[in-house]
């Protein structure tokens, strides 16, 4: 991969000034993808660089698929906020971030994707991260984030081996929602709200009340044998 932020010696460059030492934590776990929610990339990249904003990410991935180092990986980056995953608070020091540039209100254009494909297993290879630990801002986040949104493709990545994804929903008779939700990673939130987090990333267009379609997608995500691989 060529990214961006290369200087003339070849060296990486990392222009946010917006990171510290990660706290409690020796090497990162978690992977969170978010979108940018600006206009453009020069939008999101001068705010991801600005140290009066007081946010960043570790890379910035442009329409194009091509990934921008802002800050080094060993770093913590302030991309998360408040929230939690699988009982880690604290998920800037736990996590490396990605900002996808998008507004949140279109598709990921292929190259964009492809490029996050190509990323995703660089990361995943260089700090043995396995696809139960590439998370959305909406899952760790619950009713305060949305991203990466309903437009980003899951099942696209969990077929790369890049994310987790359930083949068929469980049958027979699944535990309570709340059960599974808690054994996926879902941090505490009023169950309307988890709800909704976990149908943005799982089962895409349910509405109205929770439903036996709802229980059954969640138990089958939650005994995918991929989240053995990442209990807190």
């Not at 060529?2 to 010696?9: F, I, K, L, M, N």
Request: glycine share 12%; with cysteine.
């Amino acid at each position: 991969m060529e990214p961006g932020g290369v200087s003339s010696s070849g060296a990486l460059t990392f222009p946010s000034p917006n990171h510290g030492e990660r706290r409690g934590v020796q090497r990162p776990d978690l992977i969170v993808l978010h979108y940018t929610g600006m206009a453009d990339a020069a939008s999101a990249r001068a705010r991801l660089c600005d140290p009066e904003a007081e946010v960043s990410a570790h890379w910035l991935l442009h329409e194009d698929g091509r990934a921008e180092p802002l800050v080094a990986e060993d770093r913590r980056a302030w991309h998360a906020g408040a929230g939690s995953w699988r009982g880690r608070g604290d998920v800037n020091s736990h996590s490396i971030g990605i900002e996808i540039v998008n507004p949140g209100d279109r598709p990921f254009p292929a190259a964009q994707m492809a490029g996050l494909e190509r990323l995703l297993r660089d990361i995943m290879g260089r700090w043995g991260i396995g696809p139960a630990g590439v998370i959305g801002h909406s899952d760790m986040a619950p009713g305060r984030k949305t991203d990466p949104g309903p437009r980003f493709d899951w099942r696209r990545l969990a077929r790369e081996g890049l994310a987790i994804w359930p083949d068929t929903p469980q049958e027979g008779n699944p535990p309570p929602l709340e059960d599974s939700l808690t054994r996926i990673g879902y941090p505490p939130a009023d169950a309307q709200t988890r709800l909704a987090a976990f149908r943005a990333r799982f089962h895409p267009g349910a509405e109205g009340p929770e439903s036996d379609a709802d229980r059954s997608v969640a138990a089958a995500v939650a005994s995918l044998p991929q989240l053995g691989e990442t209990l807190a």
